[in-house]
């Protein structure tokens, strides 16, 4: 599924930078009102531990921003 913001990075460029961690990147999902309006979203509290659970199965050790 893409975002309906075409300027949002896609979750494997998210999760895989380096030193990204599950506390890192729950940090940044509750916190992302701190960050450049293309990345400007909320989502429930509720649902970040799962969202993160699943974006960190995007990890790849082979991952190129280039394809």
Do not use: C
């Amino acid at each position: 599924m893409s975002s309906p913001n075409p300027q949002a990075p896609p979750f494997p460029a998210i999760v895989n930078q380096q030193a990204l961690t599950s506390d890192t990147l729950s940090s940044w999902l509750r916190n992302a009102h701190n960050y450049p309006a293309e990345m400007e979203f909320e989502v429930d509290s509720g649902a970040i531990d799962d969202l993160v659970a699943y974006m960190l199965t995007l990890k790849d050790p082979n991952y190129s921003p280039n394809g």
